[in-house]
């Protein structure tokens, strides 16, 4: 389906929200994999499911003239809960991301700052969230000022 943003037919696939929506769904599969088995179950499957909610409400918002708000704000509020138990799992450490390892010319481990060490992964899981929230969020507002062709 297409709809019109900012003047410009525009399809879902094109839509930075569910774009950033797919990423973080990505992310935290891969991350996964990064999770002791047990902990895949307790977090890793209720995480899908919860962005599959938010991807599902989002698609309904966008493809449905009526209601928009209302799938948007169920998108939002899925995403909240989505937010909030990865920054839970991040906190407890329960993803095991690698952590980064700079080498001198010689080979030898380098020491790096806990800031420094961050995986790469995290922090684009991390930039995917931030991504899909601040947009969803610009979107509702825009929503509600009606300044929006596709609202």
Same mark, same amino acid.
């Given at each position: =389906?297409?709809?019109?943003?900012? $003047?410009? #037919?525009?399809?879902?696939?094109?839509?930075?929200?569910?774009?950033?929506?797919?990423?973080? /769904?990505?992310?935290?599969? %891969?991350?996964?994999? %990064?999770?002791?088995?047990?902990? /895949?179950? !307790?977090?890793?499957?209720?995480?899908?499911?919860?962005? $599959?909610?938010?991807?599902?409400? @989002?698609?309904?918002?966008?493809?449905?003239?009526?209601?928009? =708000?209302?799938?948007?704000?169920?998108?939002?509020?899925? @995403? &909240?809960?989505?937010?909030?138990?990865?920054?839970?799992?991040?906190? %407890?450490?329960?993803?095991?991301?690698?952590?980064?390892?700079?080498?001198?010319?010689? $080979?030898?481990?380098?020491?790096?700052?806990?800031?420094?060490?961050?995986?790469?992964?995290? !922090?684009?899981?991390?930039?995917?969230? &931030?991504?899909?929230?601040?947009? =969803?969020?610009?979107?509702?507002?825009? #929503?509600?000022?009606?300044?929006? !062709?596709?609202?």
């Amino acid at each position: =389906m297409k709809n019109r943003s900012h $003047g410009v #037919l525009m399809s879902l696939e094109e839509s930075s929200i569910y774009i950033s929506l797919k990423q973080v /769904r990505q992310h935290v599969f %891969n991350a996964q994999f %990064n999770m002791e088995k047990g902990a /895949r179950i !307790i977090y890793g499957t209720p995480l899908l499911k919860n962005i $599959g909610k938010s991807l599902m409400y @989002f698609t309904l918002a966008f493809e449905v003239q009526e209601d928009k =708000m209302k799938y948007l704000l169920l998108a939002i509020g899925y @995403f &909240a809960i989505v937010r909030t138990d990865l920054d839970f799992c991040v906190t %407890n450490n329960i993803f095991h991301f690698p952590k980064r390892v700079k080498k001198d010319k010689d $080979g030898k481990p380098v020491e790096l700052s806990p800031e420094e060490q961050v995986s790469s992964e995290e !922090i684009a899981l991390f930039a995917a969230v &931030a991504k899909a929230d601040c947009d =969803m969020c610009r979107w509702q507002d825009k #929503l509600a000022r009606g300044k929006t !062709i596709c609202g």
